[in-house]
Every structure is written in C-alpha cells, then in structure tokens.
C-alpha cells in the first residue's frame, strides 16, 4: 500500500496547524480511513513518550490519539530539543543524536532528510491517508536553503500543500498573499488550496475575502474554521499559550508555577488547569510569586542547572521557601524535582553546561547527572494517595537520598521520587501524574476546604476531539480535502 499525503503549513507560527490535523486525524478516522499524522521535523521541550521508548513532539501524540493508534517515533522523526538561545539537542527516531548550533541548521539538512523520508516511507507502506504537519511558515525564505519541515519535505516526498492562515491575529489576507508572492515557481506549485483559522463572527462577513485570495493565488478555498471552544480543552503544543495566558488573579484553590526559561513537558498541568475549582497562575519573569498561594509547582526544565540559576535571578528561590516556610505546599515534576535537593551535578555537561549547584534544600535528596537517559513509559501506583498513576519518564540525572525512603509513586515495583518528613513537599520524575483522575482527586482532597474533583480528564479530551473533527466536517469542505491528497511521489503539473 502507498498511501495518499496532504500537507498542511501555515502562514506562521501558531496558527492552529497542530489542532487542524489533530481534528481531522478524527475526522477522518471516524470517516473509516486508516489515518497517521506525520511531522517531518519539530522543535518543542514538550516530548511524549512512545511505546518504542522514544520521544516525540506531544502534538504528535494527540494527534495519533485522535486518529486512533500508538504513538511511533516515525510520526515525528527529528525533534529539536532548545538548550538555549543559539542550539538544541537533537532526537532522531526517538532517540538523542547530539547538539546542532542554530547557525550550522542549513549545512546539516542532508543528515535529517533521510531519516525523515525513510519514516515518511514506512508510514506511507501501513496507511491509507498521511496528514503532515508543518512547522513555522514557508515564507521564512531565509530559512529555505536548509529546510526540511515545510516546502523542503513536500518537494522531497512530492506531497501537496494546503496553507492555513490566521485571522485573530489579523492581516490574514496579506500573509496568505504575501505567502504565494515571496514562494519561487517550484514551491509555489505545490500548494494547491488555502483556509482561514480562528474567525470569530458570521463566516459570510469574509466572503469577498476569500474571494480575493483565491484571485491573487490561484488557489482553492477550503472554507473558514471559527473559533472553536472544543481547542481550549485540547493540550497545547507549545508555550506560546502559556506566555498569553500568564495571569496575577486566581479564584479557588491557587497553585503557582514559575515560567522556568526552559519549561518543558508543561501539559502535566492541563488536568488541573480544567479543574473547576483550581486556578493556576502561571507567573512569567519579573513577577514575584503570589505568597497567597495554595502550593507551588515547579515543571520540568530542559536543563536544571541553567534553570535553577533563571530561578534565583528571579528571586523564586526566596518565595518558594518563604512559602514553604509557611506550611504551603510545594510539587517537583521530573527537573522540577531535581531542583528541590540539596545538590545538582552534572560534571560533564550532559543536561547543559558542565557544573554543580545547591539546589533549593527544601528535599533530602542529590541528584547526578550521569549513565543513559531514561525515556519510558510508566505505571504503577502512589502510597501516599493511595491511587493508581500512569505516564512517563524522560529524564537525564539519578536522584538519591533519604527523602527517596518516601517515594511519591511506585513504578513498576521500584520507587519514584520522594517526600518530605511532614510530607509537604514531593517530588516525581513521573510525567503525567495528574492525568490520573484518582491522584488528581486525593492530592485534591488532601488540601481540604472542600476541594472535589469530578472531573474525568481523558474522557474530556477525546469529547473534545469529537467536537472538533465534527466541526471540522461542518466548516471545511472535507471531501475537497480528500480529493486534494495524492500518492506519495506526487509531481505538480506546471
């Protein structure tokens, strides 16, 4: 079998193309079709786990959720890891393959387009319809010369396109033109029709819009997705939602998080983000955290070491224990957790540069950044909330002390993370903690003043994918889109 492609790129960064592929993996599943999402390359500290203990963007997750099948390493094939302002780790098949400098991207693209296009080979031989994602915006022509996520795949794979523009942000008619204008002839021949996301208001008002694009480009209108209340329920891919959605008010039981400058697997929150009566408030640099908060939470970091000194700059370190001081309680998540010990070494600069530091002393614990890294799933159980957990692990680093005596879960017979004597302070390596609905409502429960949660949270997001997928049928012309994909190898006629 070789299956039929389409590709969707956007006008820019965060236009919704994740979401838009992960509905129509949906759709189309429920449709009857054998359905994989495909991202040729991603760049995002926030990694799921696959059965083959490799790591993938989570927006690819979601999506083989939607469609309904395993996650694989093949979905996502190169993932970018940011280490800082100028490099990144580098993840090929699910597995880390070195560090790439942003200047050198465009003279390593040959080292990343065969692994792309042999797993874009092995999804295309098992399926029946690949949806891609794209990542940034094609218009970036600086960026040509080295790309392999956008018109560089597509030529590559011979996969049509389909470009998704952006109108909350405004300017969508001038960025899907000014796309096709700055696009060369051969790019440009590969985007065969044209969306518009994100409208908010009566569809027919952009009538003449759609008109006038369709003039300028030559491409076809697939129709105008409104704004859809089923995404907020949705996790995000990246952190850009999180900068917009950084808050300083709260009601019901107030959790802080930090915006660590190398936040990672932040999703672990979204289960208590639904919650009704939590509100987390996630507290951007240059703001103090709230001292009327509840607990704190400290996510995962792509590098602790590097964190932890953001962290003190920032003079968290004094408000987090003022405020364990005063009896509230304070959550680790994976580095989060490495940064509540006494000490963090990493002498060879596995997780960033070489170095040790004392982390916050506010868990009998030490970690060393040392041996393989631990990439699996996971699943077990809690002795402290006496409720089963399930998730994943993905970290560099052993942590070991006394605390580890009381481990916060138990995963697979051995013990994970640790607590403090009075049990105020915990820490797990365990992503996905919350997304179980028994230790959600017992770690609840436990601040007591009436905090009950009845919410089923996975439940939530697959009724939330339904509602997607079935507005998706409602607005785009989806059986336009069908007949726009192509086997794989499709050469645009000229």
């Not at 696959?50 to 939607?66: F, H, K, N, S």
Request: glycine share 12%; charged share 20%.
């Amino acid at each position: 079998m070789t299956a039929r492609a389409l590709m969707f790129q956007g006008t820019g960064s965060d236009v919704g193309k994740s979401v838009i592929v992960a509905g129509l993996c949906r759709a189309l599943r429920l449709r009857g079709m054998r359905v994989v999402p495909f991202k040729p390359q991603n760049m995002s500290n926030n990694a799921a786990v696959t059965a083959e203990g490799g790591e993938i963007g989570r927006a690819q997750a979601l999506q083989a959720r939607a469609a309904g099948i395993a996650a694989s390493v093949h979905m996502n094939p190169v993932l970018l890891k940011p280490e800082g302002d100028r490099g990144s780790q580098v993840v090929i098949h699910g597995r880390v393959s070195g560090a790439i400098a942003s200047r050198d991207w465009s003279s390593r693209r040959d080292r990343f387009m065969t692994p792309i296009l042999d797993s874009f080979g092995q999804l295309a031989s098992s399926h029946e319809m690949i949806l891609v994602e794209g990542a940034g915006s094609p218009a970036e022509t600086n960026l040509r010369a080295g790309d392999v996520a956008n018109m560089g795949f597509a030529r590559a794979a011979g996969v049509p396109v389909v470009l998704i523009g952006d109108i909350d942000r405004g300017g969508v008619i001038a960025s899907l033109i000014g796309t096709h204008a700055v696009l060369d002839d051969a790019d440009r021949a590969h985007i065969r029709a044209f969306m518009v996301n994100k409208f908010r208001g009566d569809p027919a008002l952009f009538a003449d819009g759609l008109r006038t694009v369709a003039e300028m480009t030559g491409w076809h209108s697939m129709g105008i997705v409104p704004w859809l209340a089923a995404v907020s329920r949705l996790p995000a891919e990246d952190a850009v939602p999180l900068e917009q959605g950084a808050i300083s008010a709260a009601h019901g039981l107030k959790i802080a998080v930090p915006m660590l400058s190398r936040i990672a697997n932040f999703d672990d929150l979204d289960p208590l983000r639904a919650e009704p009566g939590v509100s987390i408030v996630f507290v951007p640099p240059g703001t103090p955290l709230p001292l009327d908060a509840d607990a704190v939470i400290l996510p995962g970091t792509k590098s602790t070491l590097a964190d932890l000194a953001m962290l003190r700059a920032q003079g968290w370190d004094t408000d987090i224990l003022a405020l364990a001081r005063a009896g509230r309680r304070v959550l680790g998540l994976c580095g989060g957790f490495q940064l509540l010990g006494r000490t963090i070494r990493d002498g060879h600069g596995l997780d960033g540069a070489p170095g040790e530091a004392a982390g916050l002393g506010l868990l009998d614990v030490t970690t060393e950044m040392a041996g393989e890294k631990t990439v699996r799933e996971a699943a077990g159980v809690s002795p402290a909330y006496g409720a089963p957990v399930r998730g994943y692990e993905i970290h560099l680093g052993v942590t070991e002390g006394p605390d580890c005596r009381r481990p916060l879960t138990m995963l697979d017979g051995q013990g994970d993370g640790a607590r403090s004597p009075n049990g105020l302070v915990e820490g797990s390596y365990l992503h996905g903690l919350f997304h179980a609905d028994g230790f959600r409502r017992a770690w609840l429960a436990s601040f007591g003043d009436g905090v009950a949660s009845t919410l089923a949270f996975e439940a939530q997001v697959d009724a939330a994918l339904d509602s997607l997928a079935a507005d998706l049928e409602k607005h785009l012309d989806m059986d336009g889109l069908v007949n726009l994909s192509e086997p794989a190898g499709w050469t645009p006629r000229r």
